[in-house]
T-cell receptor, first 114, second 112 residues
């Protein structure tokens, strides 16, 4: 079956602009996770959802970052007033449930803020 | 919170040799330890994992060992092949929490 998909694969924007990154999890997976990966580092947790609700958003760096999952499937990560330091690969993962340890990752969206 | 340290950051081996990557974690509540392989332009892919009630797990050429007392776990790849070249990440997680904490990765190069 289809894996986790993310769109766009690449996004270039200017400092101060607003961006939306989309994640389509594996069908039937109730848990969805967002991570950010900077060059040469491991993925860093941002937020995860169980169903429609954000179960833990402790990794969001500041209030410019926000994520939604209105119908418990597709999720959108929203970044306002982008800064050059936001440049990174944004990874989405899903799992069958929160206590299903195995997380399946998408290919990521590479965000570049000029 | 959890802190995971991984080393070495780079590892170069000859084809057919073994490769070992080591990680330490800080939170004794962590009970799930996955290893991921990440190829250029792709997301991390799970290659093997171990739970805290097990000391060792093997899957063909790949094995993972866990020492809960010392809070460290290792990835062992035997008979390495050029296609094993990639970045490998360890992670630690508590089953009832969604997030995984990752190490900074090891770039493995297998020379033919």
């Amino acid at each position: 079956g289809a894996g986790v998909s993310q769109t766009p694969s690449n996004k270039v924007t200017e400092k101060g602009k607003y961006v939306e990154l989309r994640c389509d999890p594996i069908s039937g997976h109730t848990a969805l996770y967002w991570y950010r990966q900077s060059l040469g580092q491991g993925p860093e947790f941002l937020i995860y959802f169980q169903g429609t609700g954000a179960a833990d958003d402790s990794g969001l760096p500041n209030d410019r970052f926000f994520a939604v999952r209105p119908e418990g499937s597709v999720s959108t990560l929203k970044i306002q007033r982008t800064e050059r330091g936001d440049s990174a690969v944004y990874l989405c993962a899903s799992s069958f449930a929160i206590d299903s340890n195995e997380q399946f990752f998408g290919p990521g969206t590479r965000l570049t803020v000029l | 919170g959890e802190n995971v340290e991984q080393h070495p950051s780079t590892l170069s081996v000859q084809e057919g040799d073994s490769a070992v990557i080591k990680c330490t974690y800080s939170d004794s509540a962590s009970n799930y330890f996955p290893w991921y392989k990440q190829e250029l332009g792709k997301g991390p892919q799970l290659i093997i994992d171990i739970r805290s009630n097990v000391g060792e797990k093997k899957d063909q050429r790949i094995a993972v060992t866990l020492n809960k007392t010392a809070k460290h776990f290792s990835l062992h790849i035997t008979e390495t092949q050029p296609e094993d070249s990639a970045v490998y990440f360890c992670a630690a997680k508590w089953t009832n929490a969604g997030k995984s904490t990752f190490g900074d990765g090891t770039t493995l190069t297998v020379k033919p």
